[in-house]
Nanobody, 115 residues
Framework: QVQLVESGGGLVQPGGSLRLSCAAS????????MGWYRQVSGKQREMVAL???????DSADSVRGRFTISRGNGMNTVYLQMDNLKPEDTGVYYC?????????WGQGTQVTVSS
């Protein structure tokens, strides 16, 4: 079992920045990919950014150049640095961890970009 706890969401003005954190605990040695997803009410959850245990990253076209995913030691903490935020970035951001057997999700943290 893996437990994920997100933090760092909030209200920010357009053009501002936020940093999300995701702390993983439990059987983290089996994690090979961690990532951030977001969901807007009425829409499907979408991938924002991913990072592998080898350090490779990927991100959605809509956030590339503005958002940066990184990790701490191993796969116990993952960060999402969000710069130049836009109103369309508003949503609930979820941390995800993938193992060979299971996908794990955090409880989500709200990000609101509004003036």
């Amino acid at each position: 079992q893996v437990q994920l706890v997100e933090s760092g969401g909030g209200l920010v003005q357009p053009g501002g920045s936020l940093r999300l954190s995701c702390a993983a605990s439990g059987s983290i040695s089996g994690i090979y990919v961690m990532g951030w997803y977001r969901q807007v009410s009425g829409k499907q959850r979408e991938m924002v950014a991913l990072i592998t245990s080898g350090g490779n990253t990927d991100s959605a076209d809509s956030v590339r150049g503005r958002f940066t995913i990184s990790r701490g030691n191993g796969m116990n903490t993952v960060y999402l640095q969000m710069d130049n935020l836009k109103p369309e970035d508003t949503g609930v951001y979820y941390c995800n961890a993938q193992t060979d057997l299971h996908d794990y999700w955090g409880q989500g943290t709200q990000v609101t970009v509004s003036s």
